[in-house]
Nanobody, 122 residues
Framework: QVRLVESGGGLVQAVGGLRLSCEAS????????MGWFRQAPGKEREFVAG????????KYAESVKGRFTISWGTAENTAHLQMNSLQPDDTAVYYC???????????????WGQGTQVTVSS
């Protein structure tokens, strides 16, 4: 059974930073992509960033370009989302997700984590 576990959320002041991590387990992953999504209260879930295993292609939402960086970790099947210059509008539950194939900026992912709360105070 595939399991995704997010970590690294918390409370941070505006312009601060946080690093989220996502570890996937439960099967052998190859030719896959990992994405980060977020959902703020009263809003729809939105794509934040994604990375492909083959070649490391990355994609970002316009709202986070230049502030967030997604990367593969040194541990197998682990990815990180480094978030800098955080603003109150970044407050949301952040989810990681995995799909087989390329990064997609929509919800067409096969597996999802439980989410981690990120709160940015002004």
């Amino acid at each position: 059974q595939v399991r995704l576990v997010e970590s690294g959320g918390g409370l941070v002041q505006a312009v601060g930073g946080l690093r989220l991590s996502c570890e996937a387990s439960g099967r052998t992953f190859s030719n896959y992509a990992m994405g980060w999504f977020r959902q703020a209260p009263g809003k729809e879930r939105e794509f934040v960033a994604g990375i492909e295993w083959r070649g490391g292609f990355t994609k970002y939402a316009e709202s986070v370009k230049g502030r967030f960086t997604i990367s593969w970790g040194t541990a197998e099947n682990t990815a990180h989302l480094q978030m800098n210059s955080l603003q109150p509008d970044d407050t949301a539950v952040y989810y990681c997700a995995v799909r087989f194939g390329v990064v997609r900026p929509d919800s067409q992912y096969d597996y999802w984590g439980q989410g981690t709360q990120v709160t940015v105070s002004s």
